[in-house]
C-alpha cells in the first residue's frame, strides 16, 4: 500500500534558460524532492524544460509570457530580463503570490535558489525575507578563473593607475 507524504516545506528554483543551467538546477531539485520538500520551478518561455519530464514539480512561467514571442535572440533575451530591474519585478510580484498561496496552503516557502547570473535576484528575497541560495554551474576553468580575481587585484592587475598601462604582464 502506498502513502502519500504531505510536504510543509516548498523550495522556489529559478534557472538561467539555458541547458548547462537548468540540467543542474533540476538535478538538484529532484535531490532536494526526495528530501521532502515540494518544489516550484519558476522559468521562462525561452528554452523552458520539458515539463512532462518532471510531473512531481510545480512550474510556473514569468518574465516573457508573450505567447506570440515563443523564442528570443540571445542577445535581446540578455538585454531584457538579466540585466534590467524589470525581471526583479516580475519575480517579486511572483514569490509574493507563492508566499501568500504556501501559508493558505500550510505550506511555507523556505527559500529560493537562483542562477548566479539573475542579479536582481538578491534584492527580490531580501525584500521579502526571504533566503536564497546562488547555483553557480560554471565548470573548473570559470570557478579556477573567479577565485584568482582577489590575488590579481592584490598584485595590482585591475588598477586604473597609468602608471603601470605599459606593464606587461
Known amino acids: 500500500m502506498e502513502t502519500t507524504v504531505r ?6 528554483m529559478f534557472p538561467l534558460p539555458f541547458q548547462g543551467h537548468i540540467n543542474p538546477m533540476l538535478q538538484l531539485a529532484n535531490l532536494l524532492y526526495s528530501k521532502g520538500f515540494s518544489i516550484t520551478i519558476l ?13 512531481h514539480f510545480t512550474f ?7 505567447p506570440e514571442k515563443r523564442r528570443f535572440e540571445l542577445a535581446e533575451f540578455s538585454k531584457d530580463f538579466i540585466h534590467n530591474q524589470d525581471g526583479g519585478d516580475a519575480l517579486r510580484h511572483e514569490l509574493r503570490l507563492l508566499v501568500a498561496s504556501g501559508l493558505e496552503e500550510n505550506e511555507r516557502v523556505s527559500c529560493l535558489i537562483t542562477d548566479s547570473y539573475w542579479h536582481f535576484a538578491q534584492a527580490v528575497a531580501d525584500s521579502l525575507n526571504l533566503p536564497r541560495l546562488v547555483l553557480r554551474t560554471m565548470g573548473l576553468f570559470c570557478t579556477a578563473v573567479f577565485s ?3 590575488l590579481l587585484d592584490a598584485r595590482g592587475y585591475f588598477t ?10
Request: aromatic share 6%; charged share 30%.
Open 160 to 169: 586604473l593607475d597609468d602608471s603601470r598601462k605599459h606593464t606587461r604582464c
Open 148 to 150: 584568482s580575481i582577489p
Open 60 to 66: 510556473k512561467s514569468i518574465l516573457d509570457n508573450d
Open 7 to 12: 510536504r510543509h516545506r516548498r523550495i522556489i
Open 43 to 55: 522559468h521562462t518561455n525561452f528554452n523552458a524544460p520539458r515539463i512532462s519530464n518532471y510531473p
